[in-house]
């Protein structure tokens, strides 16, 4: 596997001290956040859609229904281009110049493959673990039905970038002693309290996958 930023296309020239080679720093960008946004080709325009996703080892899972034209479309137009971004804070300076945000970030480059049937399965499961890790245990298997009634395509990271911002405020000097605040504003994402989908639900203890996504608990994300 390719590590990120190897490459013409995925070597960050501006601002390169905020890039990552390293590999272990792409599958985190990857595995702690839930939405992809995928870049595709669609009736000759450029199309950018929010999707669901999951990770198994070097290759990247998106899924979608069987009958939609946007999927169709990425079998038909495979080259891709996805983008996940985790937003941690904004930096906040004396000027609005040099105001800005913290994040991580990684971009894919890459051809879209259809995901055979004999391999949909886990897929599926990458998925759905994805979105609250260890819930395939809780839950009945996917069934044929519902396997038939899908689209998944992978996609290899082998070209990939990804980008770190997490430096201090660095205001000008002039901009010094002048009255005005800066500082950082750390944004917080968290889990609200589960609300029971009927009263079967209520009657049930939290399952483990649940409460240890709302823990935070080193089995989740």
């Given at each position: ?8 296309k995925?070597?960050l ?5 905020k890039?990552s ?5 792409l599958?985190?960008?990857l595995?702690?956040?839930l ?5 595709i080709i ?6 950018v859609?929010?999707m ?5 080892d070097?290759r990247l899972y998106l899924h979608?229904?069987?009958?939609s ?6 079998t ?6 996805v983008s996940?971004t985790?937003?941690n ?11 800005g945000m913290?994040?991580?970030?990684a971009?894919?480059?890459?051809r ?5 049937d004999?391999d949909?399965?886990?897929a ?10 260890g819930?395939m ?13 899908t689209?998944?395509i992978?996609v290899?990271l082998?070209e ?5 911002s ?16 800066a ?7 968290s889990?609200?309290t589960p609300?029971?989908a ?7 203890p939290?399952?483990p996958?649940i ?5 935070g ?5």
């Amino acid at each position: 596997m390719n590590k990120p930023g190897s490459t013409e296309k995925t070597k960050l020239n501006r601002i390169s001290h905020k890039a990552s080679d390293s590999i272990s720093d792409l599958h985190s960008v990857l595995d702690d956040n839930l939405v992809a946004h995928v870049g595709i080709i669609f009736d000759g325009a450029p199309l950018v859609i929010p999707m669901a996703y999951g990770r198994i080892d070097n290759r990247l899972y998106l899924h979608g229904s069987s009958g939609s034209r946007l999927m169709r479309a990425l079998t038909e137009n495979p080259q891709v281009c996805v983008s996940i971004t985790e937003l941690n804070g904004i930096k906040v300076a004396r000027s609005t110049f040099h105001t800005g945000m913290h994040y991580r970030s990684a971009v894919i480059f890459g051809r879209a493959e259809l995901v055979s049937d004999a391999d949909k399965n886990a897929a599926m499961d990458a998925i759905s673990d994805s979105m609250i890790p260890g819930r395939m245990s809780e839950v009945r298997a996917h069934t044929k039905k519902e396997l038939a009634a899908t689209l998944i395509i992978w996609v290899d990271l082998n070209e990939t970038s990804v980008k770190i911002s997490n430096n201090p405020v660095a205001d000008d000097e002039d901009d010094l002693g002048k009255g005005v605040w800066a500082g950082i504003l750390p944004i917080i994402t968290s889990i609200g309290t589960p609300i029971p989908a009927d009263a079967e639900a209520a009657s049930l203890p939290l399952p483990p996958s649940i409460v240890n996504f709302r823990t935070g608990s080193s089995d989740t994300r």
